[in-house]
């Protein structure tokens, strides 16, 4: 079945439960036109459906190909690609002088979840230009963003982000890529980088990588690093397109998910070394990769929704249509759809509830952030700053863990025929599983969650979050709707426990920091399903004043219940096992053993 | 890294947490010698890492093949069949008098989670040839089993299992595979069977399919349908091979996993139908798929258990070996491995503590089911009937949703290697995925455990089980052991959940099918961890007073908390999912919409 991208759900929480709307009426969000939003995601959702989801399956197939000349993309990739960038969808939120549509990124996050459902290898190359464009944009010198930024923005030219090397993955400091600094101020880089993505493929002309490396006499570690730029092709003055550049694949990974990505083995070095310039100052490449990692951390969060939504379509469309037995209570005179099935209906409303919920999240995120840039109050600007950097890890963790879990549903929905590769629910859990470890690991997100972002001002985003979330419970249980069933006395008990867990971490932090680190996983959880329920709740109250929404309004209520009872229920455990169990994990060496 | 079985784990689950000693010594196995079980476990532990284990990842990648001939199996899968039967493996729990050792399901309960650790696509094969033994045994007549039963004990003829068509999955009834008895007393069968698991290869000379069919004029669904025994080739009165039967593998299915062990389409009748036998009764054929369904369900558990061990041991190895960082409070000199890390050893503690739980849910339920065979005293076979049939859906539901679960953990420690394929971590992820489908869906078996299970006679059983974990957390409670951390209110906690939440289904049942229904699958969880808890503090008491243990007896207290604080807290809120949100389940049609 075809992917439809749910543009109700999607402005509901958009303009709700993310708060675009009260951003922007605020006017926190610059000149930004609120009419144009819906116009745009149904846009993007129309060519999402016509050109990138009937490639998804036929890519995965195909896969890719190491040949002579580089690395050959599946049928069709290259022309959707051109398609694509002439419409204008790599330029939704670059800067307007650099040709730029200059969009708020929770409009942009929007349309990257769009492609991430209908096929998340296609996304995969925009998410790491992106990455590209925004180091380039926030560090390069004016010399090299009048040659390469504009053509990044409008994909002419993808970008490619390269950090890892075999020894060096979470920890990019140890990093051994050599760079020497040439008499006329460039650099020639030498060594091997792995797991590159698009590291060469042929739907572009030119390539721009981003290379991290280190320079002689650097600093150990991570404060001796340095960002470079280097073209796949040389570019001349005039912006014709030079000699080849000496950085190639050596090698493509075969992968368990995301076939028609390909991931190559970069080697650099074997003719002369890459020419490359420096981004940013030498020894800068730290500050440099995390303004490449921030927007991509939220970026894969939205890859995580995407592919969700989509195994929840095609989960929903099976239950709809296939027949089997007599569920209790039927009145039917033939077999019923198994969607009649109570089991079946819980299936499918914790994979809708949990797609919803990280939805909600991921553009919460980047609503902060785009408030962060555009908001002329200072104030406003270092709250909603704050607020970003504490939900960005929840963004990518929390939403990418769900997409595993809805994958997996997923394919159970379809029973036996989801384990065959035909049917394509299969295809999710393969390509869902890169999402928890790529652009950090969801264990390296919840210790930043903890000892970054919670520890920020001693806490005072969170504290600034749970207050907004218990005017969200305060509204639920007065609006004495018995729709939310149980609801406002389950997201109240998840604040409190996320209030009472951060207070615990707070004083752990200081005393004994490997408790705190031992509960760091279970405490994203807990605050994740806190902060999901209390969204959900807050778009099912919106969804009936909001004139605009389609069909039964009520449906929000049940979704929010459902959540509320079966996944925020799940606050007092999660505040315990943070609690309770550091013992148990820092005390397991004598249990870890082969 | 190699397999390797883990005896001490084995030994303490089996003896203690699944009261295999006690049983025994209490006489309630017959004349079974204690004596044998380490032995055979290292013997099999020992074939599984010399013979089995290394054909594991080369069977991944090759697959198999249709040709003219049939179905080929990879290379050196048809030698290993052979060794295998010959060490007489594949009749561990056979009945004597057809040539098996007659040994305890229990222990081959053992034999088969090794075999599915360290290869579960070649454990396929003897699965379903268990299956149609039980089948066979209880059920078919003296002809038939004098001419089939012992081929099949031995695996020199390995069994199928025919029950699915494209419009009967769960709905076997539904089935249309025609049989017409014939004036010689036999019967030819015409039709068409998906998703068999080896219904043809190369591995034997011979294959004894067992089918299920439709008679003209049998009464409409699963009151209708024949079991029925058909040889791939006919057997000559002397006992040699004769024709090949009119029955073929038409097609194999492209999986998600298992990529070893063949998934067949079987077409019979292109040439006047397949000869075949019927077994037990005409229309009799229900009870006796239940009888060949109900040990694969335990089988398919141990299957889970296997494949999570596995994952598991993987895991450990890479994060004991993959050096980043520096780990808080680390004394190191150079980098840490990183099982330092607290994050990646709450992983591994999860990964352990949920196998070693299914383990023994398994365990026990082969125990019992042992027993029901076993003992003297119609009582205790009652009882101990009563207690496997309980134990069954959770044996099933829950140790497969906990492979998949520590699977996908099992990739995560690995980080970005885990997702490439030769790593081998992400093989376990894929083919962990039909355990939660196959031998009845984890829903089907929620389904099973409350509709019938937890009815059997007022919930009897229920409170049997549930007198004898509170015995546990009694013992847990006044060892006053400070390793047991906040174990015992963990546990005392699960207990009265599952009494409540048993009692508020029981008067659902009656009262509001649907109601109940819509709880199913967070019961069988609420039990399952319950259950599980309580029996990882039972071992981790057991084993302070077992000398025969290895090293550190204390570490299994460690593992008993870990869980009973991160997986059995869980028990209040799935206590409340079942009771609170029936109505958002059944109340979701206005959601469920595309």
Redesign the interface.
Known sequence: MTY?APVDDILLSLNHGAGLLAAAKAGHLGDYDLDMTAAVIEEAGKFATDILDPLNQPGDRAGVKLTDKGVATAPGWKDAYKQWTEAGWNAVSGPEEYGGQGLPLAIHSVTNEIWSASNIAFDLCPLLTQSAIDALHAHGSEELKAIYLAKLISGEWPGTMQL?EPQA???V??LRTRAEKQADGSYRLFGTKI?ITYGDHDMSDNIVHFILARLPGSPAGSKGITLFLAPKFMVNADGSLGARNDIHASGI?????IHASPTCTMTMGDKGGAIAYVVGKENGGMAAMFTMMNQARLGVGLQGVGVADRAY?RA??Y??DRK??KA??STNTG?DPI?A?????????LM?GMTAAARTICYATAVAIDMSHRATDEKVRARAAARGALLTPMAKAFSTDIS?EVA?IG??VH??M?????TGA?QY??DA??L???EG???VQ??DLLMRKLQMSGGEAVWDLLEELSVIVREVESSNDPAF??TGA?LRDAVASVERTSKWLLEKIASA??DA??G???YLRLFSVTLGGCSLAKEALAARNDESMQ??T??YA??A??FA??VT?????LE??VI???????????????
């Open positions: 439809r890892t993955g979470t920890d400091g140890a797991f990974e075969h992968k368990l998910g379509q929903l469309a239950a709809q089997q037995g209790v209570g077999s969607i099935y109570p089991d079946v209906k819980r299936n499918l409303m809708r595993n997996a394919v159970q029973g036996g989801g384990f065959m590769e035909e299969a859990v393969r599983r890169i928890t470890i790529y690991t969801n264990g919840a210790n069933g149980t389950k920091p490997r680190l031992a760091a996983t279970p069909g039964d009520g449906r049940t979704l219940r459902f009872e079966n229920v799940q606050s007092g455990a315990r096992s309770d169990s550091a013992d148990a994990v820092n005390g397991a060496d004598a249990v870890l053993v082969a």
